[in-house]
């Protein structure tokens, strides 16, 4: 696959801090648009580079806490630099669509390839954690991923290439390890694989996802074998997601792990409770799906919490009642700024229990299907009087979505939560998803913590 190398221009004119956009600008409410405006004194405010709309998205800054979330169209990828500069990669997309292995809602369409369909869906991600993580570690200090799906770790092909160093494809989370540095995996399933069952053989997945799992593992071993660390996600432990740079510096910064496997938080100290069955009657039972083995954590810089868990969802609780891994996770879970919407904000996932618990102001939607997000999801945070921001609203979903479209700020691009040092007021950025220039679409914000 080709790499389409585009002009970065006005990249190397960013500035630091002052680019980082809360030194100049002025508070105002409301949302979009240029907030290069002035304050309400008669005194013209210079904005500085990187900050207003048409400029390139200035680089992350001491202090400041981003939240990326990386447009492929093809599924689910996040980038997180820490105050301090700590980087984390959450999934890697996606799905390969053209060769049929969008297995969920077959026949739904799929939302378009960014910036085109002449580069891979890992060498976006690639490109896009090149240019933001210069600023901070210069690597990825975390790779983790969600859960085993394609959409958020790659689907397997024959069609694509074989890694130059090691024996296995590149596709999503193997493109992107093999090409950024990263210090340690963390995934629900290291070193064995084996929950509900063997992921390389058993019914839970079909062949395509045995085929995937073998060659995600090889990529693991690979990367243990030359210089990278792998562990399980740990739930119930605050201190397996840390910052690695300057810790002392920003004691206020914390990584709560809630969910995994069934596994949830208790809401004290590190304990956990066992919400699933045995691992052979998840797998053997009438309706089964990777999503609820999702991983979910909760973040807190200062005043500012965010919630992120993978495709969790509730559909067929109705056919066994631990289907429903949101209703165990709204128990622990506390109010939130910002969440990522569970699996694309699709029907049967954030449940009113969840979203009522969390009390997000902020929502934010990878999408990658036209389903994505779902009308009656959608509602659930238009009724909150929520701001949901989606990588992608298809033209065939906006009439389904009618009135909750004026709660929906963004309908295509890349999406980055930028959190001010402390935590105490954050913007959401909207950028250009059409090239690989990062060029800010619109500004919404700043919101003040809750
Ligand atoms: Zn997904």
Redesign the pocket.
Known sequence: MKNKKISRRNFIKLGGLAGAGFVFVPFVSGCGGDDSANNGDTKPVNPGTGVKVGDVLSDWAEGYLDIHVINTGR??STLYIFPDGTTMLVDAAGSLTDIGDADEDAGVPTTPPKPNASITSGQVVVDYVNHFAKAASNKLNYLMLSHF?P??MGSYSTSVPMATSGDFRLTGITEVGAKVKFDKLIDRGYPNYNFPEDLTTSSYFSTAGHNMMKNYIKFVNWAVGNGSTAEQFEVGRNDQLTLKQNPSKYSNFQIRNIVSNGIVWTGTGTGVKNTFPDGSVVAAATYKNE?VNSIGFQLKYGGFDYFAGG?LQYTNRSLYAWLDIEKPVAEVVTAVDVMKTN??CTSNCNSDVLVAKLKPRVALVHSWREKHPYPATAKRFYDLNCDLFSTCVMEANKPLLASYMSKILSTQGHIVVRVAPGGLQYKIYVLDDSNQEYIIKSISGPYQSA
Request: net charge negative.
């Open positions: 599924g689910e799906h959409d958020h999503n495709d699996h694309h």
